[in-house]
T-cell receptor
Framework: AQKITQTQPGMFVQEKEAVTLDCTYD???????LFWYKQPSSGEMIFLIY??????QNATEGRYSLNFQKARKSANLVISASQLGDSAMYFC??????????FGKGTSLLVTP | DTAVSQTPKYLVTQMENDKSIKCEQN?????MYWYKQDSKKFLKIMFS???????INETVPNRFSPKSPDKAHLNLHINSLELGDSAVYFC??????????????FGPGTRLTVL
């Protein structure tokens, strides 16, 4: 069975600072993908970044990077130079050979001026 | 152009009513999903269709029935609504279903409130 754990229910960060959102996972499948989604207060789910289990390098997308530590089964999201608009819920999710995304419980990020 | 659209965005109804939520995607994807987000923001898969065939049917009450008339549409019908059905329902789509590299694109969500 798959499991995604996000241990930080809420985080604060000051504008322009970097922040790391934690995600650990558990799966027995050697092939899997890890995804991060952002859900602002408006409610939509926005895809941010993807990391495959066989990818040698950490994924990066603009200010987002994924700190992938396979041996530790962690896939932390790093947001650099935080902006007020980054305030949102952030969800880590995993997909293997099954059909659905399995989500963590999310982390609420608040960026302060 | 909206990639994955859902109607309605908000749905307020009385207990025991029957309601439907519609989803359409214009991405040419062959797989569509329904997820439920509860009051604690937890997202969980409910159903998935691949090429109009049901491939995921999680433990969901029989009152929920998905229907996929074609690859671009996936509707969710709910009979005899209960208070506990209040949630946000997300439709999503992807090209392919079984691989691990497949990104899912989400609709804007439908907030269902049962009074």
């Amino acid at each position: 069975a798959q499991k995604i754990t996000q241990t930080q229910p809420g985080m604060f960060v000051q504008e322009k600072e970097a922040v790391t959102l934690d995600c650990t996972y558990d799966t027995s499948d050697p092939s899997y993908g890890l995804f991060w989604y952002k859900q602002p207060s408006s409610g939509e789910m926005i895809f941010l970044i993807y990391q495959g289990s066989y990818d040698q390098q950490n994924a990066t997308e603009g200010r987002y990077s994924l700190n992938f530590q396979k041996a530790r089964k962690s896939a932390n999201l790093v947001i650099s130079a935080s902006q007020l608009g980054d305030s949102a819920m952030y969800f880590c999710a995993m997909k293997n050979s099954g059909y659905a995304l399995n989500f963590g419980k999310g982390t609420s990020l608040l960026v302060t001026p | 152009d909206t990639a994955v659209s859902q109607t309605p965005k908000y749905l307020v109804t009385q207990m025991e009513n029957d309601k439907s939520i519609k989803c359409e995607q214009n991405l040419g994807h062959d797989t569509m999903y329904w997820y439920k987000q509860d009051s604690k923001k937890f997202l969980k898969i409910m159903f998935s269709y691949n090429n109009k065939e049901l491939i995921i049917n999680e433990t969901v009450p029989n009152r929920f029935s998905p229907k996929s008339p074609d690859k671009a549409h996936l509707n969710l019908h709910i009979n005899s609504l209960e208070l506990g059905d209040s949630a946000v329902y997300f439709c999503a789509s992807s090209q392919g279903a079984g691989g691990y590299v497949i990104e899912q694109f989400f609709g804007p969500g439908t907030r269902l409130t049962v009074l």
